[in-house]
């Protein structure tokens, strides 16, 4: 390699090395992570629907905190599960628990990006999402715990990174979400009481 282009590469990499690091830059950020709780939310802030999901938190429930401490918690329950267990349908044409797991991920997916969109404050109506025609596509059964689990890991640590980029304004944006009126915040939350939800079906029905 010619002398010139060594003492280029020198340079960058003492360059490179002289940035702080990252978890040191990103603590210096100007923005708040949002600091809201599941009393926040108004009852035009989302169809009735979606208050099955809401009771399951606590009022005093704080956003970041809950998808932290749920992270934990569903990686601790689909631990566990035995695994002859995890095939088990409680009856024909139900989802097996592989499924449900499955179907917990594409739906913090698909609430984590109406969201961000809302939260970005994009007026755009939001599609309906249809549930069940996710679930076979997936391949679900195919997989194994292990590379569920990580999916799901890698889909809450997404969720995590945006809600911290969102501010406490950006999530009582208010948007229309399958016809209806959402809020950022409302939408953020019904993924952690969604998880609930459906740990709770699981112990009731599969365990």
């Not at 970041?64 to 401490?69: A, H, L, N, P």
């Not at 409680?90 to 997916?109: C, F, G, P």
């Not at 948007?175 to 459906?198: E, V």
Request: hydrophobic share 35%; aromatic share 10%.
């Amino acid at each position: 390699m010619p002398k010139h282009r060594r003492g280029f590469l020198t340079q960058c990499r003492i360059k490179f090395c002289r940035l702080q690091p990252f978890s040191d830059r990103r603590n210096k950020s100007n923005i708040k992570p949002p600091n809201m709780q599941v009393q926040d939310i108004l009852f035009n802030e989302h169809h009735s629907y979606y208050k099955r999901y809401l009771d399951k938190l606590s009022p005093e429930q704080s956003l970041i905190d809950g998808f932290q401490t749920g992270r934990a918690e569903v990686l601790q329950f689909f631990s566990t599960i035995p695994d002859d267990k995890l095939l088990y349908r409680y009856a024909e044409n139900k989802w097996s628990v592989k499924e449900v797991l499955q179907h917990m991920i594409d739906t913090e997916r698909i609430f984590s990006y109406r969201a961000f969109r809302i939260g970005r404050g994009d007026v755009t109506p939001l599609a309906n999402f249809d549930q069940n025609i996710y679930v076979l596509p997936s391949g679900a059964d195919e997989k194994s715990r292990a590379d569920l689990l990580e999916e799901f890991d890698a889909t809450r640590q997404c969720s995590i990174a945006l809600l911290k980029s969102l501010t406490d304004k950006n999530l009582t944006n208010i948007g229309i979400s399958s016809s209806h009126p959402m809020s950022a915040r409302a939408a953020a939350f019904t993924i952690i009481g969604h998880d609930i939800w459906h740990m709770d079906i699981l112990k009731e029905r599969y365990l």
